[in-house]
């Protein structure tokens, strides 16, 4: 079995928006180490990789978990976790998903509400029209989406998502890497 170690380090330290220069301060190695690391250049002892994984928040155990020929691959109902507040519902449509290449979300937006705004990060995002409509602001531009429109851009904007209609619109939204 081939990990790609390297893709899934610059996957979480994307997630936790550091740069190359900040993971290799905080574990006293080069950006230049990093980056062989991350291109799979080269293999950290297991010390190293002790550190790194300290640094980004993991262990052993969480960082190889979603590897093996055992990985979960269907999600049901009752693994899926939702937050509702005031401007509507999001599910986390796979549990795991901050360990993955990208994260889909169901997200119900109840009239007159608008998501938090997204500030700029590495990655794309990808959205899907469920029902009802809504406004995608990107950067200065916004654009109406309606059922069945879709939306894919780089995620290097602020950008948001806003119900200016009469009943609640449901967008499938899927971040990588994973933003949420």
Known sequence: MNIDIGGRIKLLRLYYG???QELADRCELSKGFISQLESNSTSPSLETLSDIFDALGTSFEEFFAQTGSGAQIVYKSEDMCEKEDETGKMT????TAQKNSMEPIMYELLP???TPVDM????????YVLSGSIVLRHGTQTQKLRRGDAFYFKADKQHSLKNRGKSAATVLWVSSPPNF
């Open 112 to 114: 007159g509400q608008e």
């Open 92 to 95: 986390w449509l796979v549990s």
């Open 18 to 20: 550091l740069t190359q």
């Open 120 to 127: 700029p990060h590495a990655g794309e995002e990808f959205g």
